[in-house]
């Protein structure tokens, strides 16, 4: 199986699995990878990234190409599958697939610089921006103060980013 599980490990949390890959003991982080997933202690889509994370830096980018791939089919709503995606891109270059990597890297900066992308980075800027002009709650001691200043500087990087002019 792709996840298999060693009968000789106890693994409890992803805790354990990160300081492997603190530890820079990434055979061992990719063999706890395993079995936490087929355990499902903690959040496969996190486990399977995070054993992308092991292979390649295990310096086995077959399989950490491998790995991306189960990631991208069986969580392609994962919050990790953005890191996934870069991963498997440096996978693919240190394997000398520069074609592969370069449409990897095609595909992802059109999704990152397209207006859609523009538009809501901008609104996030610009809600932010918004509750720093806030007026402090005179109840609440610890409320922060407005900062128009920034607020300013925030909404002039909103603009800069050549969107359409309807905030929210």
Known sequence: AFFASPTFL????L???????????FDQAVTLADTLF??????????????????FNARKFAECETTTDMVLSQFPKSEW????????AQALVE??????A??????ESSRLLSPDRKQELANVIVQFADKLTLEA????????????????????????????LDFP
């Open 38 to 55: 087929a355990a499902r202690k903690g959040s496969a889509d996190e486990i399977a990234y995070l054993k992308e994370v092991a292979l």
């Open 102 to 107: 370069a449409d990897i890297y095609s595909m």
């Open 137 to 164: 709650d005179p109840n609440k001691p610890d409320d922060p103060r407005p900062d128009y200043q920034q607020a300013y500087h925030l909404y002039g990087k909103a603009l800069e980013m050549e969107i359409a």
């Open 81 to 88: 599958l953005r890191k996934a995606v870069f991963l498997k």
């Open 10 to 13: 106890n693994a409890e949390s």
């Open 15 to 25: 805790d354990q699995l990160r300081n492997e890959l603190r530890g820079q003991r």
């Open 95 to 100: 394997q000398k697939k520069f074609k592969a």
